[in-house]
């Protein structure tokens, strides 16, 4: 009875962890599948693919060693081997987490549920059988295991498939399979998904607190390795040393040794502090690395910028007014340059910077107490320094600036700051700092366009990020007045609407001293993603959206591929899916989250909210591993498992989990969910040790 009663919870177990998700790209050796610069001689995969061209080559050796006779035979079998390249075969080859020397063979019409193509309908299996069964050849990868089944098999010479199985039906049972939603089957092509189907979201997000700090920035090191900058609003920056996933550790960052203090510079407060961090991409080498803050130019002698309100704008700083106690372009808007030079042998072994500017970048005075972005990032493809700048505040930007091309309010510009100019050009070009403007800014075709600017129409950036598989893919949050929070693709030259348009509606000033721009005098583009207001909790204000990046981790495969954003007040974060890829059509949904059990750091929430505090950033380490900066901590993504958050492309029985360093996290209670996995070991357990 006890067996019986064990064998009951194993299965149990098995059904708790089988998880119908969508499927995504990744090959057997779980790399992330890639585009060739040449094509391959032997197997037709050219676009994106998993082989090489030496195991490209090696295939067609493996094939020839076959020594197929008929010629019918031979494509089909070269199909077969040749799946191997296939962007899916981690799938196709892995039933259960057993590995098999064959892809699964279609064998039945696709379900209605499958995200696969209609192609893979056909019989693929049966017709293997039928061209193949009375073929000899050699080292079938058709031989039973030594199991009995279709694992790998035994060592076998030439044979036919008669030899080893008695019929059709056998075969087929051993090696086919049906296409069905969060399962693939090979059927002599290339896998292709449906592209008009929806793909099934991520059934949640796991996350584990590594740090206790509460950061705004956060940056990889450009020297490739484990380590990371993160930057406070007060103006410090530390660097830190990133633990492996699944090993248990938490962030090594010493707060007591900041990289770099620039807190004197820094003007603090709610709106106002240090807002980003760029290192340049040469930094090993160079040792440069910018800063963006806020300065008072009141209590800072350095915060000496031109007002962004002048008559170039049509806009006169003595008719502004006070805004919360502060004069017109009191507060600034600033970018400047440091070095980690002469501080170590050479740049990537510094561990601290001089605190003095080497350069003044940017310097701007802001016109309102709000809205002044501030992110810097370097552009990976062009190496030019992106910066995002709001609208400059005020209810409903009442002068327009967004929309005016010769502000720089409500844009981002691009800069060149490894060509320095002189001083003398710098005043005959009217430049803010010390850059010069890339010669394929928009402004040479839109010569209305100030030459800074990149993209315009914005109310207030909040995180942007480049994808690291397809930089072309530039997105950006862009905070709403009342009613819309929207996520947008940033192309050269583009008009993102504010303030005619929140979002994808028409929005109506309260005021409009500045003047109006008219819809049908603009060609806006319209969000990619977004949310209502009304959509998420509003008992912490008004709804504020942090922008995210793409997640191209394989830590969690069921993630890959999707963008993450979240709000500051929300009880969720969000997962954007793009289908079909590269479309620019994306679903968000939203992803419910839970803290790992065995964080390395007690986790943390905020009340009425399942979110680690207020999540003010996201970053991304050089494993492209996704961080949330929140006001309790930082946190990293991990595997699902950990959060019993099921996901059919995550082999949890090779990866070992953590020690345990910390109590239970509190976040991880808010679900509530069952622990599978001790379920299923502990059956294991009973049936192995004969205890039942």
């Known amino acids: 009875m006890g067996r019986v009663l064990a064998s009951t919870l194993l299965f149990c177990s098995l059904l708790l962890l089988f998880d119908p998700s969508f499927s995504h790209p990744l090959c057997i050796d779980s790399t992330v599948p890639f585009s060739l610069n040449t094509t391959l001689k032997f197997c037709p995969y050219n676009a994106s693919t998993c082989c090489n061209s030496t195991q490209d080559l090696q295939l067609q050796k493996q094939f020839q060693a076959m020594n197929i006779s008929d010629p019918s ?60 069964q009375n073929v ?46 969060g399962s693939l089957c090979f059927d002599g092509q290339p896998v292709t998904l449906n592209s008009t189907g929806t793909p099934r979201p991520p059934n949640g997000l ?46 090594k960052l010493d707060e007591s040794n900041p990289f770099v203090d620039l807190t004197d510079e ?26 963006s803050f806020n300065c008072d130019k009141t209590k800072w002698p350095g915060c000496t910028g031109r007002c962004s309100c002048n008559s170039d704008v049509n806009c006169d700083p003595s008719k502004l007014g006070p805004d919360n106690g502060a004069q017109p372009c009191q507060y600034q808007s600033v970018v400047a340059e440091y070095t980690a030079n002469g501080t170590a042998s ?21 016109p309102f107490t709000s809205h002044h972005g501030g992110q810097i990032l370097f552009g990976p493809a062009d190496g030019y320094l992106y910066f995002m700048m709001g609208d400059g505040g005020g209810v409903g930007d009442p002068y327009n600036f967004a929309q005016n091309k010769k502000s720089l309010l409500g844009k981002i510009m691009r800069l060149d700051v490894d060509n320095i100019p002189s001083a003398a050009e710098i005043d005959k070009l009217s430049l803010w700092g010390n850059y010069s403007i890339p010669k394929d800014n928009p402004y040479k075709e839109d010569t209305e366009l100030q030459p800074e600017i990149w993209a315009y129409g914005l109310r207030n950036p909040w995180r942007c990020s480049f994808d690291s598989k397809r930089p072309s893919y530039f997105m950006c949050a862009d905070v709403g007045q009342d009613k819309y929070e929207e996520v ?4 050269k030259d583009g008009n993102y ?95 419910p989250f839970s803290c790992a059990a065995d964080s390395p750091l007690q986790c943390s929430s905020i009340p009425g909210s399942s979110l680690p505090g207020y999540i003010f950033s996201f970053g991304e ?28 492309k995550e082999n949890v029985t090779a990866l070992a989990s953590p020690a345990p360093s910390s109590p239970k996290s509190h976040a991880s209670q808010l679900s509530d969910p069952c622990n599978n996995l001790v379920l299923l070991f502990s059956s294991l357990l009973l049936l192995l040790l004969g205890l039942v």
């Not at 080292?139 to 694992?151: D, E, I, R, V």
């Not at 740049?347 to 080497?358: D, G, I, Y």
């Not at 380490?621 to 059919?648: E, K, W």
């Open 497 to 591: 609407g504010w303030r005619v348009y929140e979002g994808p509606y028409l929005f109506t000033p309260p005021e409009s001293p500045g003047g109006n721009t008219t819809p049908n005098s603009i060609s806006p583009i319209l969000p990619v993603m977004g949310y209502l207001h009304s959509d998420v909790n509003k008992k912490e204000g008004s709804a504020s959206i942090t922008g995210g990046y793409f997640y191209r981790s394989m830590t969690d495969p069921c993630m890959y591929g999707r963008y993450l954003y979240a709000d500051l007040y929300a009880t969720a974060l969000w997962a954007g899916t793009e289908n079909p890829e590269d479309s620019g059509n994306f679903t968000s949904s939203e992803i």
């Open 488 to 491: 947008d693709i940033i192309t």
């Open 136 to 181: 000899s050849f050699s080292n079938s990868p058709f031989a039973p295991s030594l199991k009995g089944q279709a694992g790998l098999p035994v060592n076998s010479k030439i044979s036919k498939l008669t030899a080893y199985w008695q019929s059709k039906t056998d075969f087929c049972n051993a090696f086919g399979g049906a296409s069905s939603d």
């Open 206 to 251: 796991c996350l584990e607190k590594i740090g206790n700090g509460s950061y705004l920035s956060m940056a990889a090191h450009p020297d490739g390795s484990n380590r990371a900058f993160f930057a406070s609003q007060k103006g410090k920056i530390w660097m830190a040393t990133i633990p492996e996933q699944g090993s248990g550790g938490a962030l």
């Open 73 to 132: 035979c031979a494509t089909v079998m070269k199909s077969i081997l040749c799946a191997r390249c296939d962007p899916f075969s981690a799938e196709l080859f892995t039933v259960s987490s057993t590995p098999r020397p064959v892809p699964v063979l279609c064998n039945s019409t696709v379900s209605a549920n499958s995200s696969q193509s209609s192609q893979a309908a056909n019989n693929f299996c049966s017709n293997v059988w039928d061209t193949c």
């Open 346 to 366: 050479q740049p990537s072994l510094a561990t601290s910077a001089k605190p003095t500017e080497v350069r003044r970048i940017f310097t701007m005075g802001l």
């Open 621 to 648: 380490d050089n494993s492209q591993d996704i961080f949330l900066l929140a006001s309790s901590g930082v946190y990293r993504v991990v595997r699902p498992s950990r959060c019993n958050y099921t996901c059919s």
């Open 266 to 291: 820094v003007y603090l407060d709610t709106q106002f502090g240090m807002m980003g961090i760029a290192f340049h991409p040469n930094f090993a080498q160079n040792g440069r690395f910018f800063a």
